[in-house]
């Protein structure tokens, strides 16, 4: 990785400040970085601050006879691995989508003979125009990989879709360009992630605490390793992770079919708090109270999908369940080993605090074979090594 180099556009919005924490991430990766800042872009960050922390030259203007002679516009958009955009304007992609070359910014993406990762960055209302919705398809029907945008509150008052995915977001997704071992290419992989809502009424629901942090690194973290990933997910506060194909789902009803809709596959992981039951029947209308006894709900169990995708005819190769355990953690790991016909399950106590919802964890690999114990680490980095673990599996 320590060969690597990016050249990195930045654009003209708000969002560019996040691009010098990019740098300093790229950098401690051993990531080069060469920038071209735009003049946009050079109202919010110096050239300065991005010079310092990217430890080369900022280039900025297409006619400088000075950065013609040393790095012509033609070299500097191929003297990279990736070209990455962040933040990408809607100007900028309006730029790229149309072929036009106005600047050093649109020249160099117009030039370049290297893939193209965009970070949008934009007002709500311009992320939803019509104009950018087609520029955003005509950029991916070019091969331009999109990481973001998320959504939230704007610098403009505003909250929607639109903001610029955060650094450490837009960093993995680089790692995943540039990865060169990509051990899992050709291998399709399910990961499922997050709550299931089993409805009691039009209003009401029966869930589990989940925010689908860990599933959705996982997801990530094997699209990085060259997997085709379908990521089933309940409803979390998340955004997709670059590269993945996003399945969205309320009922564990829901997510068993988008399971099975998504065999054949070489490794399912089942991440997702899946409710253990649901109500027999679902109120039509909102139940009220009427100052007497609560209505009584029946349950019903809801399907297995990991021993349904276990002990199916379409069996992935590998096929890995987790554990949220609040007692007795590894034995009821085995236990729940040996009934669902997993190949490994990863236990996690979720009594210790912080891990529902947290970004760390702490977890054990049980296996037929034994038990792996892993000190508590970034859910990141959890992912990212059960899925070169899973990798190795399958070689």
């Not at 709550?195 to 690194?217: C, H, L, M």
């Not at 970034?378 to 673990?389: D, F, G, I, T």
Request: charge should be negative; include cysteine; aromatic fraction near 4%.
């Amino acid at each position: 990785m320590d060969e690597k180099r990016i050249l990195l556009i930045v654009g003209g919005g708000i969002a560019a400040y996040k691009s010098l924490e990019l740098v300093r991430l790229l950098k401690k990766a051993g990531v080069g970085v060469r920038p071209i800042l735009t003049g946009a872009g050079a109202e919010f960050v110096t050239p300065l601050s991005l010079s310092a922390l990217c430890e080369d030259k900022v280039y900025s203007e297409l006619f400088s006879l000075t950065d013609e002679a040393e790095m012509g516009h033609i070299e500097l958009s191929r003297s990279a691995d990736l070209v990455v955009v962040a933040p990408a304007t809607a100007d900028l992609m309006a730029k790229a989508a149309n072929g036009l070359a106005s600047d050093l910014a649109s020249t160099t993406l117009l030039a370049t003979d290297k893939p193209v990762l965009m970070a949008p960055a934009m007002n709500v209302r311009m992320w939803d125009h019509p104009a950018t919705r087609r520029n955003l398809e005509t950029l991916k029907a070019d091969g331009v990989r999109f990481v973001g945008p998320d959504e939230g509150a704007m610098a403009c008052g505003e909250f929607g879709p639109g903001r610029m995915a955060e650094p450490q977001a837009i960093f993995e997704a680089i790692l995943a360009e540039l990865q060169t071992a990509r051990p899992l290419a050709g291998k399709r992989a399910i990961v499922t992630a997050g709550p299931t809502a089993e409805p009691i009424d039009p209003v009401r629901v029966i869930t589990n605490r989940s925010s689908g942090k860990q599933g959705y690194a996982i997801a990530a973290a094997l699209a990085g390793l060259g997997a085709e990933v379908t990521l089933v997910s309940g409803p979390v506060a998340l955004p997709a992770p670059a590269g993945v194909k996003r399945v969205p789902v309320e009922t564990a009803q829901e997510m068993l079919a988008a399971c099975e809709a998504a065999l054949p596959a070489d490794i399912a992981v089942c991440v997702a708090a899946v409710a253990d039951w649901r109500p027999e029947s679902v109120g039509q209308a909102k139940i009220k109270k009427n100052g007497g006894e609560a209505p009584p709900i029946r349950l019903v169990e809801n399907p297995d999908i990991l021993a349904t995708l276990s002990k199916g005819k379409a069996r992935p190769t590998l096929v890995v369940g987790f554990a949220a355990e609040t007692n007795d953690v590894e034995a009821n790991a085995q236990a729940k080993l040996a009934r669902k016909g997993c190949d490994w399950i990863v236990a996690n106590d979720v009594s210790v605090a912080g891990v529902m919802g947290g970004d760390a964890n702490t977890v054990a690999i049980v296996t037929n074979t034994g038990i792996e114990r892993w000190e508590a680490a970034p859910k990141a980095e959890v992912a990212r090594r059960l899925a070169q673990r899973m990798a190795e599996e399958l070689k």
